[in-house]
């Protein structure tokens, strides 16, 4: 590992020396667009959001909690990865597990398995079928490209449909017509290094695109008995972008990614296959996937537009023993319209088809080890424009899936307007998390029970093919003003109601003879026995000090209360990790009109079953922009990690380290 350091040290060392030296003169740079961070408050409050309601409004104008990150947010984080760029959104709980894990979550429920979030890439939602929720070690969007990050707290469940329960996260990368040119950026540090290159071009008079191709290693975090851990890291990602303008009234997107991983992970399980054996062992974890979208949209000469997405995804996945298979189909229709000078409406259908194959784990079966699942939904939304400064939205989502057939999501919006500068708004929804895979057909040997005369049993936990799709009910207030030419304000405030979480329930243990040594099984059966009520709220703030410096405070508050349903048994809620209160600051400070020096310190509470105590996270960078055309920044991370354990089917914190990271960066347009 000290070798590694030292090697990446030296790395960087080296190509910070080359490039100081190299002709800038010779340097040629296509004018980069402005960067949102030299907007006005006025105009950042306006800026244009989709994730509400699938159409283009000012943020200042919507019925719901949105934080927007933008790519001058995310150049002056020093974030290596779109995890840590999340943690600047208000509400948002990301927690670092080990070199290649994250569990991440908005309000709550927080588990490396999280299922209650759903996260899109420029509308491609990309979850897993196995377990309802997304790896974050797959999620390797170029952070270069990215246009901006819509973070929804709170449900998104009428619009985007099933597992947008607490919130919603849309990563929009840029459109290639502003990705022309040359870009390489080499990256090297004390946990992380790699290089991205990308070039983008014209094909011919009205189309663009862009290639790239990233490569990227993360160290071994620290092992508690000294020496490295086995969670190394290496991926590659490759992809493309083209846009094409038609004709006047449609453009057409077409894109697509190839990616590669090598991951390590250190486990403790039940092997199934030498009862009663449990061991803890290093395992490896390897990806391999790919992806193709187009996207068509059409404006119409009475100025509504309709557009139609089409992607497919395929997955391969090694991990925990088992090798996860799945093909993805989605093709979405989308139309806008304006029926009068009051209502304005969004319709759309869709379908979905998954062909999934999940072989068995070290500790788990499946059954059925393949299957094929459809998902069929339609939605509809209308803004009714109620005065000039009023507007009320009311609409559904409607889905029929192969776990729980028919659900519908419903919501409504009241935004008021008092003045030009202040906004006022309420709402209530309804959101479901449908069941996975992982809910109905999984057979999971958790632990083993010593018993009496020498035997023992196996703690089993089985998949119930009758459970309930998860609910949610929430209602939301919020406020969001521009105080003055130098402060703007948002505040929002939730109760929500959870039905049908999902518990285990012990049942009948029953003995087994074959195959194996003989052994009794302590079944223990997933069903929805609990529910929940929590409340809480976030407000933050962006205050430009003086035209050089800015500030931006938040703050969340989050308290839960997860309780038994009265007729089950002894059944046990999974709540997941989550911590009551969050308080973050960022400092943007422009030393010059080319050097930058950005902060951010962050405050996380203890988390609720006390597993991680509080912590303070401190990030800071520095970037000195030369010539127009080169870039160097060096960040400085302090990093905790909770390592988690496997047992079962959730992760136990066998210890929390703090490690501190460097990571330099070069940047090169040409």
């Known amino acids: 590992m000290k070798h590694s350091k030292r090697w990446s ?45 699938r159409k283009e409004q000012p943020l200042s104008k919507t019925g719901a909690a949105i934080f927007v990150i933008t790519q001058d947010d995310i150049q002056r984080s020093g974030a290596a990865n779109i995890p840590d760029v999340l943690r600047m959104a208000p509400g948002v709980n990301v927690a670092r597990i080990d070199g290649n894990a994250w569990a991440i979550s908005i309000r709550g429920f927080n588990s490396r398995y999280s299922d209650k979030i759903l996260v899109l890439i420029d509308g491609r939602s990309i979850y897993s079928p196995a377990f309802s929720g997304v790896y974050w070690d797959q999620i390797d969007v170029p952070l270069e490209d990215i246009e901006r990050i819509e973070v929804i707290r709170g449900p998104g469940g009428t619009v985007w449909g099933a597992n947008a329960v607490n919130g919603v996260i849309n990563i929009i990368t840029m459109s290639s017509k502003s990705t022309q040119g040359g870009l390489v950026v080499a990256e090297a540090g004390s946990q992380e290094s790699g290089s991205l290159t990308q070039y983008g071009g014209t094909a011919g008079a009205a189309g663009t695109y862009r290639a790239f191709g990233r490569y990227t290693t993360t160290n071994s975090s620290l092992n508690p008995a000294g020496g490295a851990a086995a969670d190394a890291w290496h991926e590659f990602h490759g992809g493309f972008r083209a846009d094409l303008d038609i004709s006047p009234q449609d453009k057409l997107m077409v894109q697509g990614d190839v990616y590669q991983s090598s991951e390590g992970q250190t486990l403790t399980a039940v092997l199934s296959q030498q009862l009663p054996t449990v061991a803890t062992f290093n395992d490896p974890i390897t990806v391999a996937s790919g992806d193709l979208q187009a996207r068509w949209s059409h404006t119409l000469n009475n100025g509504s537009d309709m557009s139609l997405n089409v992607y497919y995804n395929h997955d391969n996945r090694l991990d925990q023993g088992l090798v996860e298979n799945s093909n993805t189909f989605d093709i979405d229709f989308q139309h806008h319209l304006s029926l ?41 939304q209308d803004e009714i424009k109620l005065a000039e400064s009023a507007w009320f939205t009311v609409g559904s989502k409607f889905e029929h899936n192969a776990y729980t057939g028919f659900d519908y999501e419903p919501s409504a919006q009241f935004v008021w307007a008092p003045t030009s500068r202040q906004t006022i708004w309420l709402s209530a929804s309804q959101a479901i998390r449908q069941p996975s895979r992982q809910d109905t057909d999984i057979q999971l040997d958790a632990a083993i029970i010593p018993l009496i005369g020498g035997n023992f049993g196996v703690l089993q936990y089985e998949g119930n093919k009758n459970i309930k ?31 049908h979480l999902e518990t285990s329930e012990p049942g009948a243990p029953y003995f087994v003879d074959t195959p194996g040594p003989p052994h009794f099984v302590l079944p223990f059966n997933i069903v929805g026995a609990a529910h929940a009520r929590t409340f809480g709220g976030e407000i933050f703030a962006t205050w430009n000090v003086t035209s050089r410096w800015r500030l931006s405070p938040g703050y969340s508050l989050l308290r839960m209360n997860v309780i038994q349903d009265p007729l089950s048994g002894i059944a046990s809620a999974a709540t997941g990790d989550a911590p009551e209160h969050q308080i973050q600051i960022r400092s943007s400070l422009a030393l010059r009109s080319n050097l930058d020096w950005d902060a951010s310190l962050y405050f996380v509470g203890q988390v609720s ?28 991370q302090n990093l905790l990690t909770a390592r988690h354990v496997e047992f079962g089917d959730s992760f136990v914190v066998d210890y929390t380290q703090v490690q501190r990271s460097v990571l330099g960066k070069i940047t090169w347009r040409f």
Do not use: H
Request: with cysteine; charged share 20%; proline share 5%.
């Open 609 to 636: 079953d006390e597993s991680v105590p509080s912590y303070t996270r401190l990030d800071t960078q520095i970037r000195w922009r030369v010539g127009g055309s080169i870039e160097f920044s060096v960040a400085g």
């Open 469 to 499: 799709a998860e609910q949610l009910r929430d209602y939301e207030v919020g406020y969001r003003a521009q105080v003055s030419k130098r402060l703007s304000l948002d505040v929002a405030a939730f109760r929500s109601y959870y039905r």
């Open 9 to 53: 040290v030296a790395c960087f060392e080296t190509a910070l020396t080359c490039c100081l030296f190299a002709p800038c003169a010779a340097l040629a740079q296509a004018p980069k667009p402005p960067d949102l961070g030299q907007f006005s408050l006025e105009d950042l409050m306006n800026v244009k959001v989709v994730s509400v309601s």
């Open 340 to 380: 009068n000078s009051r209502n304005d409406v969004v319709w759309g259908l869709s379908y979905r088809v998954t062909n999934d194959k999940l072989t068995s784990g070290y500790d788990n079966m499946w059954f059925p080890p393949q299957r094929i699942d459809s998902l069929y939904t339609a939605f509809v």
